[in-house]
């Protein structure tokens, strides 16, 4: 089983929402930096945002930036990623990952050690 687990994925018409989870029974997720990479057929893995670890503040890409909100839960327990206003070339496999060297986020996915097997995320009509 892979060390973090996404939820949340499916269909959504473009200009709606999901909500994507990732919960990691075994990682500590209030204090490790997490992050949420897409990834779409043919392409390459594509940062989308994090958060550093310790922090409540969120960071984003340019086109995630004033459409997706990532937080943490109330406990700790999972990190949320909100997408609304989705696009139909955002349709990828959404991945999170989370790191257990370093407390700062990256925008590399060599800069995690802990991944999650994946959501697929479709957007269309």
């Known amino acids: 089983q892979a060390p973090l687990v996404e939820s949340g994925g499916g269909l959504v018409m473009p200009g709606g929402s999901l909500r994507l989870s990732c919960v990691g029974p075994?990682?500590?997720?209030?204090?490790?930096?997490i992050a949420w990479f897409r990834q779409a057929p043919g392409k390459e893995r594509e940062w989308v945002s994090c958060?550093?670890?310790?922090?409540?503040?969120?960071y984003y890409s340019d086109s995630a930036e004033g459409r997706f909100t990532m937080s943490r839960s109330k406990d700790d327990s999972a990190m949320v990623l909100q997408m609304n206003r989705l696009k139909p070339e955002e349709t990828a496999v959404y991945y999170c990952?989370?790191?257990?060297?370093?407390?700062?986020?990256?925008?590399?996915?060599?800069?995690?050690?802990?991944w999650g097997q994946g959501a697929q995320v479709t957007v269309s009509s």
């Open positions: 075994g990682i500590p997720l209030k204090i490790s930096p």
């Open positions: 958060i550093n670890g310790g922090d409540t503040n969120s």
């Open positions: 990952a989370a790191s257990l060297v370093t407390g700062q986020c990256s925008r590399r996915p060599s800069g995690y050690d802990y």
